[in-house]
């Protein structure tokens, strides 16, 4: 079964309750938080997203699904831990070294939070491999990092099938999370490919019935 995570990033500030309520009612299965800290990618989001994820969190008990494209992820981590997300996901490309990278993943599940690690388009999946037993959900980017609306980069799914073919044979159970130009017709591919949760936010936001297309990307 596949899963929903609605990015929250294009969401009028003016607009914001009323859509994460239409969200909600629409049973989205997670609330997508992009936080950018204007180093790693140019944009910053993240006080914009902290107050998003706050309001989220007062009116709703739909988990959170942290996505951190940031530097300093330790300082973010603490910030974000408070909201008591369901996973909080770091790029693997913003750390400087494996051991740094075993140090995140432990301070992660000390607050009892679920761990996943993501992956720019130009990243090899294999650089990942050695963490997989250790963690939750891998989130493998299928655009660059730091907008939304851009178009799916059709390359980037070979490593999804990759990266599932991989954990079968080497039975780990493992999220596959996509994310980036996720439409109907892009989600089809990205769910044959072999991903079980879909990232979704200007097609969503942007649709005129979010429980119908919610419920499109599932099919
Ligand atoms: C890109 C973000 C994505 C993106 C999703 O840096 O991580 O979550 O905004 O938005 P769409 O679905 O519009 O590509
Ligand atoms: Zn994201």
Same mark, same amino acid.
């Given at each position: 079964?596949?899963?929903?995570?609605?990015?929250?990033?294009?969401?009028?500030?003016? @607009?914001?309750?009323?859509? /994460?309520?239409? =969200?909600?009612?629409?049973?989205?299965?997670? /609330?997508?938080?992009?936080?950018?800290?204007?180093?790693?990618?140019?944009?910053?989001?993240?006080?914009?997203?902290?107050?998003?994820?706050?309001?989220? +969190?007062?009116?709703?008990?739909?988990?959170?699904?942290?996505? $951190?494209?940031?530097?300093?992820?330790?300082?973010? !981590?603490?910030?974000?831990?408070?909201?008591?997300?369901?996973?909080?996901? /770091?790029? #693997?490309?913003?750390?400087?070294?494996?051991?740094?990278?075993?140090?995140?993943? +432990?301070?992660? @599940?000390?607050?009892?939070?679920?761990?996943? !690690?993501?992956?720019?388009?130009?990243?090899?999946?294999?650089? #990942?491999?050695? /963490? $997989?037993?250790? %963690?939750?959900?891998?989130?493998?980017?299928?655009?660059?990092?730091? =907008? &939304?609306?851009?178009? $799916?980069?059709?390359?980037? =799914?070979?490593?999804?099938?990759?990266?599932?073919?991989?954990?079968?044979?080497?039975? !780990?159970? !493992?999220? %596959?999370?996509?994310?980036? &130009?996720?439409?109907?017709?892009?989600? +089809? %591919?990205?769910?044959?490919?072999?991903?079980?949760? $879909?990232?979704?936010?200007?097609? #969503? #936001?942007?649709?005129?019935?979010? +429980?119908?297309?919610?419920?499109? =990307?599932?099919?």
């Amino acid at each position: 079964m596949v899963e929903i995570s609605t990015s929250i990033l294009s969401v009028e500030k003016e @607009k914001a309750t009323r859509t /994460f309520y239409n =969200l909600e009612t629409a049973h989205t299965d997670y /609330f997508h938080i992009d936080v950018m800290d204007g180093k790693f990618v140019p944009n910053n989001t993240h006080e914009i997203m902290e107050e998003y994820a706050t309001t989220i +969190k007062q009116i709703s008990n739909i988990p959170l699904d942290v996505h $951190l494209m940031t530097y300093n992820v330790k300082d973010y !981590i603490e910030q974000y831990i408070d909201l008591e997300p369901n996973i909080i996901t /770091f790029h #693997i490309e913003a750390i400087k070294s494996k051991e740094e990278v075993y140090e995140i993943i +432990k301070c992660i @599940k000390e607050n009892n939070v679920k761990v996943g !690690i993501s992956i720019k388009p130009n990243t090899r999946i294999e650089e #990942i491999y050695e /963490f $997989l037993p250790y %963690i939750h959900m891998v989130l493998v980017m299928t655009v660059e990092p730091g =907008l &939304g609306g851009q178009k $799916l980069i059709p390359e980037t =799914l070979e490593k999804v099938k990759k990266l599932k073919e991989y954990i079968e044979k080497n039975n !780990i159970e !493992i999220d %596959i999370e996509v994310d980036g &130009g996720i439409n109907l017709e892009t989600s +089809k %591919i990205a769910k044959e490919a072999g991903a079980n949760i $879909l990232v979704s936010g200007s097609y #969503i #936001i942007k649709s005129e019935d979010y +429980k119908k297309t919610i419920s499109e =990307l599932k099919q």
